[in-house]
């Protein structure tokens, strides 16, 4: 910040630079665009204070569909959990065609194979 003393001596610099007749003139155009700048700032803070607020109004509406989501899988999860049911237990019928694991295993061990005689690629 600049201290009393020093105001002064700018003022005073600044009256014999442009004189007594240009020196009102300035400091009224400096008033404004002081002015001007001031209210230029108070419109873009209302513009992004209602932004914000549009955005947090969308995250609120968003926010209960997503709650009564979560509310009705906790409630699927908790039924899944009483029956005593593991994801991993299959008591379905057995698949008739495509490969089984025993197959699938076969042909990983084949594809290692050709890699390891192919040696490293470049």
Known sequence: ?????EIIIILLL??????????PELAKKL???TAELRSAARDLRR???AEVADIKQVGEDLKA????????SDEV?????ESGVSRLDWEGPKPIS???????????EEIEKKAAEEGPQR
């Open 31 to 33: 008033g404004e665009w």
């Open 1 to 5: 910040m600049l201290q009393g003393g």
């Open 77 to 81: 999860r908790k039924g899944i959990e």
């Open 47 to 49: 513009g992004l204070e």
């Open 98 to 108: 495509g490969p089984t694991p025993a197959d699938a295993m076969a042909d990983l």
């Open 65 to 72: 569909p997503l709650d009564e989501l979560k509310k009705s």
């Open 14 to 23: 600044a009256l014999v630079v442009l004189g007594p007749t240009r020196l």
